[in-house]
């Protein structure tokens, strides 16, 4: 029997990501949907669909709701009804997350794609495949809480991509610094950006998203300690801006090692690292956490964002940087709503349930 | 009476865009066309439209060639008669550029947009307001080679854009060393550049530019010595992209400072720099050679390239650099095709009238 | 003295660029400014610009708001005080004209850009230089309300492009039919079409877009009659689509004439038209209504738009149409953010003054 | 065993797309490669990697070429080996397909996406599922030319999507004139399109396509005669743009019908139309000939064009046109490099092979 998950936000572009990562899926089955008060009560293809013009607003590209989906009705997310959900997925606006999340956690599993609570002490900030370790924080988090589910987050897509590679690098060579500069996918942005705003132009600040990148990659890359996260002690500069891409965040990061490396070193780290997770084969992993291009043309967002489904990093243009001690210097695509967010979100619980996670 | 100019790679689009800056001169009056052997002997207008088609290949957007410049004969280049020519700009590729500069400046002041000559040690690399010192070295290029005209160049149009600012601080704080990620626009591809590589697309390299910006730097940056130009020994580290950006290149830039520097230090040094420059009045000189905004979603390459007629450089975003020593960052945006190539071109051949390097 | 004019939509797009069309403006003076209540009691500056973050709203590229501007005081749509004040621009959404419009018009002259009152019988409908004869409407206007002032509309900014070309045609050779099929400019959506959706894309469909073209059409094609207008009974298809531009409408027109006509017939009558009203020397006028191509590649929106200041139609490709009766076909590219709004609401205000429209 | 085919254009857009379409292909097998020669002798991984730089051209996006694939050798198209080849792909530009399919076609059956041959009175013009009794043709090709092989032709890829909706309507309400006014993608343009071109921008004029539209429909739609097919004789104009979308053409139709039908009758023409073929079940066919949407804003190029395979004809919109006799009108998007070309290629060919005109 399948794995019952509730998808919250389903009428929003994180929710329809989720909706769309688990079409097909082997373990999980959608068994309940919710959204804001308006959709409550609605079908979802009527919750999508203007009633006078027949405009549906399903935004996950590529994809079409199934049927099943379509029929589903759309329960107001303040009520949502946990019975026999093994799973929610929380999909949502910062402010809607921050009331609703420990609503379900108190009872259900949760793993969030939202913000707020992803630098409380005793909640994970994972990527998977990189630091499940710090899942370890759930037992804490029940017990402080006393919750029977738990809050497990995922970060900023931004942080995603780097915090992956950085990770392949800390433990063979030290990490003392990172320079970032992001050219960031449209998408990342939902359906708030004017196209007035961003059509052939470059927009030189993302409002938080600096920061974002800052404080979550350190959590990400830190240690786990005594029911918290120690975090890694890196001097980190960000600059973050939006570019005229549909999806997929291109970053030209820098890194100051603490021992040197040469190119050759950094490719076989990256060739070599997450083996042991991709070797699960969960149903939306990438065959490769990392991606090496020898071509200096590649990564290219457009050409690189969707392979092996959008969960491998690509990186590329690995060469030593001249100005940060011991520096390497590349760029990478990460795909922003695949790895970065709602795919991420399933693939992470796709280990929460082969870990044990899920179901007591 | 005007001063009689030739341009060279007139049917090209840096010739072109010398040749719209040139429109209604007030002080400057094209007197000749010179482009390869295959338009030799047709009228500009005609060498630059399709006979078959119509179709003319007129590249400076936002204008067309005046009529009494369409009427103009297009010499050979190899063979272009120089008699009552004040000063060549030549706007050719590099090879061509190579073969055809010395053979002008033998004769007459040569202003160049192009690559082979910069560095060489007698040749100045002169952006306008900013090391006209430099031109110095025409006596001792003039002397050493036997020439009674003189080359003299322009940067790489990205190399311009951050070293304007790089200048504007170095006298008041020093630079230990500078990190830079750009977002190039297309037209400083010329039309090389296919539209299937670009479109909803990031390009991560560009062929042989982030050494290009790192040397030629250090070179606008240094100190005139005895004949040469002593480089300003920098440590920089750049990462040059393509983004679908028509004109105006966006650079992301780290600063480490010699001295402490606050970003109103920095915003007042940026605000100060060049006015006694400006103050000359130059037909083709911006108003201010820096334009700062304080407005964080500024500067950005389609609202801010064409400001001040794309001459000046907006900067914004100026704050400080978590990693680099005394470290300070900020964004900029400058006209790659205007204060960086053809415009840039005839401001600095205002400045060489100005200042009496034309006619002997 | 210059005439006071009053701008109505402040804040937004449309009314922005009335204000950079009316910057330092020979004739008009901007006196008082007016959005919604949200606004009100705010100085210009402080109304568009976010006091956290600094980001300042102003959406007319390519210009900046006049300090003047900036200090003035931004009134309550609803209660603007109309004393001293000559003209009103209405530049606001449909909603908020159905109901301001009359308010101002009870006691002041009114250009409208907005859609409700443009098929009223008694309200002019007018391009500047196409159809003023349709101004002679006012007085019926003013004594059937018992208003002091009056309602003059401008089109919608599709139906703008091929009208002017229309007209020019069918004094001549009489019109039958005209199907269009149009790739209309991101700005012509404002601020509400999301970057996601128009990004290398193409929309199908402009809601109400393709009605307003037929409608409007006929209306100011038509010949003024007893207090209304006859319109010109022409069957007229049109399918309106959106296209990743900034701004500028292309326009893809096939016309079925009452009398053959060759293309170069057609071209002298597009190159003979308005001289009339372009003698005039309006400040915002255009020299050319209509500019013709011979160019197979012209006219482009990126490259065509901003000529003229935006106010000129180019028209190009014309050549004979296979399936329409007499049919001949073309392409024109019209500003529609220029003539097609804020501008030419600034054009047509300059008409009613030169024509004695305004003050009494 | 699988049929074994050569690709000649190896090293170009369209056969790298004929190559991508082949990948795994259950029942082709790639024995040999083709391209100019400059190529010849090299391994295909050297024929589209610069030695310098290490960049590699890959034109079919999302995929890449496989390794054994990689490791062929590059022949000199003119001198292709044909033993053992039981089909050659030709997908070359017009000048070398004028020049070698008949060379090929005298020994092996040729399928050629080029134009040179298609409008010959014996060469089929073939759209799967649309026209294949003109392959019948094929009989009379090579009683008359004395070939063991033939030439099989693809048509133009915008005169591809609008045909299969018109072929659609034609047996059932006849046809009189069709207007059409095209958006097209970059992907048509190939490599040759500049980007400075295209972006934020709309081309009006594509040299030669409107004839080939207006030619190649009347033959497709033609009824198979004597030894030569009977083109329909239909009024049809053609206006054809480019967008600046990657890939996808969107074109806004308009059809004269000789019997009236309302939008409800066109659509199950539509839904109903190809199902005989594509039960077939042949490894590149689409599901359905042609999709049909409701929601007005679709079809879309970027939602829509990879929808099964990019193998289906997207159509939307359907709706009276006001102008053409028992008018309708509606618009599609058709992917031009996968039915409209190297993919439409593959699946013509799994037709032969599955009518037995392969192999003798």
Known sequence: MKIKVAV??????????VLASLDNHPTFEVAALAASERSAGKSFADAITDPDSGIRRWYAAGSNPAPEILALPVQDAKGLDLRGIDLVFAAVESEAARELEPIYARHVPTVSTARPYRMEPDVPLVIPGVNLE???????????????GFIATLPNCTATGMAITLKALEPRFGIDCVMVTTMQGISGAGRDLP????????????????????IETRKILGHLGEGAIAELPIRLSATCTRAGVIAGHTEAVSVGLKKPASPEDIIAAFQEYGTEFTRLGLPSSPRHLITVHRDPMRPQPRLDRDVEGGMTTSVGRIRPDEVLPNGIKYLLVTH???????????????YLAHAGYLRG
């Open 134 to 148: 710090h899942l370890a924080l759930i037992n804490e988090q029940k017990r402080r809480r006393g919750w029977r």
């Open 195 to 214: 196209a007035l705003d961003i059509v052939e132009n470059i927009i030189p600040y993302i409002p938080r998203e600096e920061e974002r990148v800052q």
């Open 336 to 350: 922003n709503t695949a790895m970065g967010a709602g795919k991420g979100a399933v693939l992470l619980a796709e």
């Open 8 to 17: 919250v936000g389903a009428t929003g572009i994180a929710g329809q990501q």
